[in-house]
């Protein structure tokens, strides 16, 4: 409830004035929420699920999210004539939209579930042979690993989904903004030529900004954008796109 409140009251205030906005944003500070940073908290949430039922953070319905990753694949396909695609959501909790794009996607893909706890990848996995397609072209991996050191080669993914999960690392009262870095650094040392990474957050743009602008600055290759993207219960979400630019 606190946190559907929170939401409300930062979209009122943005919406009023960005400067306000700034304000109610450090006053969150009295707000406690660094337990989202913490993995026992999501070891405890995941395994108190009695049911495989699915939470899916920030947006109430991802068809249109979905929609954006196929139609940058197509033409991505083009672009780089690949005969295979690597796309991995880290820190995918239940989310489903590795799920509903397995359903959807047409050429060869590896799709990567990543989580810090191995219970909802169980979790994951169980949903994915429940609706297994034989004729997807899809293989699916679920991995449990943390997004501050990814056990990956560099250049891998064609397509970084990250819903929530900077987020989650950013809460971190003491190491947030550290951590955060870490994250980022390994998501554009494992991003593909030509790929993007989407992040989808509640967090103020100018705060995000701020943020990305640090590893940006760092790259010749990289650029950025972003735009308001749905609603979650009652309050703006938006999406980032970084875009690793082949050269
Ligand atoms: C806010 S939830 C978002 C879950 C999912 N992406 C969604 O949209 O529903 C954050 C997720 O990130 C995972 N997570 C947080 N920090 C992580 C880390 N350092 N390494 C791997 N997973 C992490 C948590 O276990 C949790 O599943």
Redesign the pocket.
């Known amino acids: 409830m606190m946190q559907i409140w929170l939401r409300q009251t930062l979209s009122y205030f943005r919406k009023l004035s960005p400067s306000m906005s700034r304000q109610f944003i450090l006053s969150r500070s009295t707000y406690d929420d660094s337990f989202?940073?913490k993995?026992e908290y999501?070891?405890q949430?995941?395994n108190e699920k009695q049911t495989k039922k699915?939470?899916?953070?920030?947006?109430d319905d991802t068809d249109e999210f979905v929609q954006v990753i196929l139609s940058f694949l197509s033409t991505h396909l083009q672009q780089t004539r690949k005969d295979y695609l690597h796309i991995i959501?880290?820190?995918?909790?239940?989310?489903s939209?590795l799920l509903q794009l397995q359903k959807e996607i047409y050429f060869p893909s590896n799709l990567w579930c990543?989580?810090?706890?191995t219970k909802?990848l169980q979790d994951q996995r169980h949903n994915f042979i429940q609706t297994c397609h034989n004729s997807s072209k899809c293989k699916v991996y679920f991995l449990t690993?943390?997004?501050?050191a990814l056990p990956f080669r560099d250049r891998l993914f064609d397509v970084m989904?990250?819903?929530?999960?900077l987020?989650?690392?950013l809460k971190d009262k003491k190491n947030g903004i550290e951590?955060a870095m870490h994250?980022l650094k390994e998501a554009i040392r494992t991003l593909a030529p030509g790929g993007i990474l989407l992040q989808?957050t509640d967090e103020d743009p100018d705060c995000r900004l701020t943020l990305l602008d640090k590893i940006i600055i760092l790259h010749d290759n990289l650029s950025v954008s972003f735009k308001s993207f749905g609603n979650s219960y009652g309050t703006e979400c938006f999406m980032f796109t970084i875009t690793k630019k082949i050269i």
């Open positions: 989202l940073s993995r999501w070891l949430n995941y699915r939470m899916e953070w920030l947006l959501d880290f820190g995918c909790g239940t989310s939209i990543l989580d810090y706890v909802c690993a943390d997004v501050t989904i990250d819903k929530g999960t987020d989650s690392v951590l994250m989808v």
